[in-house]
């Protein structure tokens, strides 16, 4: 059986390699990070995991608050936590 | 508890509470009622731009006396009113319209604005978000933004720091120095101020008022994408219009990075669902002024009800039909700007003494049954 393919991406300009199927949210996760800063400055990140809270967002590819848990991590990737 | 007061406020709006600060700050007891909270109904649907506009000569007299009366207390005002002074760009889309930002620096400058034009290459350096190439724009600096419901509560603290009293009921009537609380309490007044908005209808029928719908959007977070209040000058044709529904592009900055995506003007739609051909049209008009406009998420949507005159101007003084009664509503989109000067104008009007513009152009007398065979 051949070993599965992985998943580059940055993270704040760091590398992480993921499984394919892998959420941007649980790559953040991964990093060891916050997803996103509330106004008042506390780190937030993934609360419901499935699109409705909004706690997860991050700048993805230059967009920002993009939904993490939603989104699939994908070759060469950037995503910017704030 | 004294019962009995110099004046009984009907409504806790922004016209409202600026109404009941000036008349504290001038030694009358002040009794404020406000079923909802304060700020709550069209001081809350609103934008909060504070706008010199110049549809009339009284409506560019009474926005220039107020934003000049706002540009004072800012100093004055807490955080969370988040005041800040972005100015406004009117913008031109073509030659014509730019023959309009002209014509409108004019009138400016001669009611002592101080304005600048913007040449196309300028406002796109200015604004780089923007269509680009657009004709130009008129820049008026002094103009501002804040957030209403923080604003109104603000001034309502301060008519309660100077011992006004707030009563949070409905006022079943209000008439002949009797106002009517749904409790059972009755209080008594020498005068009575009516400044519940397009809801004054409610309390004295056939008052020339009329709800004219508008549409909000609010965007996420996105700190820097337009740095100014954003206008067409088309805006004037839009609000100018008494009859259909219309649209027109102005977007502003919000302190909090989001952006408030405006306008829509509906008169006969008292429903206050949004409006999804109306929501289209809006936001479309706005791509078509920020092209990328439509990358950003919006995160909500909600509807208001301007208090509307046929003649654009407020009603602010004595309604002939009742000695007692005092109008302050009217204000159509300008409320928040213009509730600082209407303020002053009221109070002048309850001690009788002259006013610091001429406010015959406000009276509600001129709408007055009496005066309709004059």
């Given at each position: 059986?051949?070993?599965?393919?992985r998943?580059?991406?940055?993270?704040?300009?760091?590398?992480?390699?993921?499984a394919?199927?892998?959420?941007?949210?649980?790559?953040?996760?991964?990093?060891?990070?916050?997803?996103?800063?509330?106004?008042?400055?506390?780190?937030?990140?993934?609360?419901?995991?499935?699109?409705?809270?909004?706690?997860?967002?991050?700048?993805?590819?230059?967009?920002?608050?993009?939904?993490?848990?939603?989104?699939?991590?994908?070759?060469?990737?950037?995503?910017?936590?704030? | 508890?004294?019962e009995?007061?110099?004046v009984?406020?009907?409504?806790?709006?922004?016209?409202?509470?600026a109404c009941?600060?000036?008349?504290?700050?001038?030694?009358?007891?002040?009794?404020?009622?406000?079923?909802?909270f304060?700020g709550?109904?069209?001081?809350?649907?609103?934008?909060?731009?504070?706008?010199?506009?110049?549809?009339?000569?009284?409506?560019?007299?009474?926005?220039?006396?107020?934003?000049?009366?706002?540009?004072?207390l800012?100093?004055?005002l807490?955080?969370?009113?988040?005041?800040?002074?972005?100015?406004?760009?009117?913008?031109?889309?073509?030659?014509?319209?730019?023959?309009?930002?002209?014509?409108?620096?004019?009138?400016?400058?001669?009611?002592?604005?101080?304005?600048?034009?913007?040449a196309?290459?300028?406002?796109?350096?200015?604004?780089?978000?923007l269509?680009?190439?657009?004709?130009?724009?008129?820049?008026?600096?002094?103009d501002?933004?804040?957030?209403?419901?923080?604003?109104?509560?603000?001034?309502?603290?301060?008519?309660?720091r100077?011992?006004?009293?707030?009563?949070?009921?409905?006022?079943?009537?209000?008439?002949?120095?009797?106002?009517?609380?749904d409790?059972?309490?009755?209080?008594?007044?020498t005068?009575?101020?009516?400044a519940?908005?397009?809801?004054?209808?409610e309390?004295?029928?056939?008052?020339?008022?009329?709800?004219?719908?508008?549409?909000?959007?609010?965007?996420?977070?996105?700190?820097?994408?337009?740095?100014?209040?954003?206008?067409?000058?088309?805006?004037?044709?839009?609000?100018?219009?008494?009859?259909?529904?219309?649209?027109a592009?102005?977007?502003?900055?919000?302190?909090?990075?989001?952006?408030?995506?405006?306008?829509?003007?509906?008169f006969?739609?008292?429903?206050?669902?949004?409006?999804?051909?109306i929501?289209?049209?809006?936001?479309?008009?706005?791509?078509?002024?920020?092209?990328?406009?439509?990358?950003?998420?919006?995160?909500r949507?909600?509807?208001?009800?301007?208090?509307?005159?046929?003649?654009?101007?407020?009603?602010?003084?004595?309604?002939?039909?009742?000695?007692?009664?005092?109008?302050?509503?009217?204000?159509?989109?300008?409320?928040?700007?213009?509730?600082?000067?209407?303020?002053?104008?009221?109070?002048?009007?309850?001690?009788?003494?002259?006013t610091?513009?001429?406010?015959?152009?406000?009276?509600?007398?001129?709408?007055a049954?009496?005066?309709?065979?004059?």
């Amino acid at each position: 059986m051949s070993k599965p393919a992985r998943i580059r991406l940055l993270v704040n300009g760091v590398p992480i390699t993921v499984a394919p199927g892998t959420t941007v949210a649980c790559a953040i996760l991964i990093a060891g990070i916050p997803a996103r800063r509330s106004v008042t400055g506390e780190p937030r990140g993934p609360l419901c995991g499935m699109g409705i809270c909004f706690e997860c967002r991050a700048t993805i590819d230059d967009a920002p608050h993009q939904r993490t848990c939603q989104l699939l991590c994908a070759e060469g990737m950037e995503v910017g936590t704030s | 508890m004294s019962e009995n007061w110099d004046v009984v406020i009907v409504g806790a709006g922004i016209v409202g509470a600026a109404c009941a600060w000036q008349c504290a700050l001038r030694g009358m007891r002040t009794a404020v009622v406000e079923a909802n909270f304060i700020g709550g109904g069209a001081t809350a649907a609103g934008m909060g731009h504070i706008v010199v506009m110049d549809d009339s000569p009284a409506q560019l007299a009474l926005t220039h006396y107020s934003q000049t009366l706002w540009q004072g207390l800012s100093k004055s005002l807490p955080n969370d009113v988040e005041y800040e002074a972005c100015g406004t760009l009117w913008v031109a889309a073509d030659e014509e319209e730019m023959q309009e930002v002209h014509r409108k620096r004019e009138v400016y400058t001669s009611a002592g604005v101080a304005t600048e034009v913007l040449a196309g290459p300028t406002l796109a350096d200015a604004e780089p978000q923007l269509r680009n190439p657009l004709a130009g724009a008129l820049l008026v600096p002094s103009d501002a933004v804040l957030y209403p419901p923080c604003a109104a509560a603000y001034l309502m603290s301060q008519a309660r720091r100077l011992g006004a009293q707030l009563y949070r009921r409905k006022v079943l009537s209000a008439r002949a120095g009797k106002v009517r609380l749904d409790d059972g309490t009755q209080l008594t007044a020498t005068r009575i101020l009516i400044a519940s908005g397009a809801d004054a209808c409610e309390l004295i029928p056939g008052l020339p008022i009329k709800k004219r719908k508008g549409h909000l959007v609010i965007t996420d977070r996105y700190p820097g994408f337009v740095r100014h209040q954003l206008v067409e000058l088309g805006y004037l044709k839009s609000a100018h219009s008494s009859t259909a529904d219309s649209v027109a592009f102005n977007v502003q900055p919000r302190k909090t990075g989001q952006l408030l995506i405006g306008s829509s003007r509906q008169f006969g739609a008292e429903d206050s669902v949004a409006d999804p051909q109306i929501l289209a049209a809006m936001t479309e008009r706005a791509a078509w002024y920020l092209p990328k406009i439509g990358k950003l998420s919006a995160i909500r949507v909600w509807t208001g009800f301007r208090a509307a005159t046929p003649d654009k101007l407020p009603l602010i003084g004595p309604w002939p039909e009742d000695d007692s009664l005092f109008l302050a509503t009217g204000h159509e989109g300008l409320g928040i700007t213009t509730s600082l000067g209407t303020a002053r104008i009221l109070a002048d009007h309850l001690e009788g003494v002259t006013t610091a513009i001429p406010a015959a152009p406000y009276l509600p007398a001129r709408f007055a049954r009496s005066a309709v065979h004059v």
